[in-house]
């Protein structure tokens, strides 16, 4: 009597197994949040295209690859995580890690950006420096020409005031020669022949005619 009572209390305990088993509450299901693998491939690919799209731009500019070495490093290291963890089923995460993919593109981005505001800073810097250089040298060529102006004129007006002394020299040479001619012509003549003018040849005795004069 003993051991079918037994029997009938380990059947009894495997019949209410399943049933308490099923009695217990089974936890919630994580909602996906990103969807389904192919929307994961389609978000990892659009972030490495933006990646790879900042990378040429930075070439392009002629920057080197070290200047956005660590946002796209990183960026493409936070894609693979989120693939690993949508792989996974952990539909919490992978939509975290792509969140800090668009992170690290808009660090990317701001780099970017400051290298461009430097080199036209740059730019700007080189062209004052070389409008403050043209304007040093025009100052200087104005600074030669003023001082050559300057001697020429200097130079005029000494040869004006020679020409003035010169002239005046000839004015009172002048008139001192027409003082002295005027002088000479109201002065008296003097009577006589004058010194050194041919003297007139003496007059020869002529024939004495027939009132009293030399027979010839």
Known sequence: MVRPLATLLCLGLLALGPVASAAEPQPAAVPQAIGEPADVAARAAALEGSLTELEGQAQAEGLTPAVLARPVGEGRRAIERARGAAASGDGRHAPMLFRLVDEWLETGRALLGAVRSER?????????SALQQKLERTRDVLTQHQAHKLSLLAEIARAEQTARARSGAAADAERARLDKAAGKKGAPQP??????????APKQPGPKGANGGHAP
Request: hydrophobic share 25%; no cysteine; charged share 20%.
């Open 120 to 128: 036209a800073s740059r730019d700007v810097a080189g062209r004052a």
């Open 191 to 200: 009577k006589g022949p004058t010194p050194g003018a041919p003297q007139p």
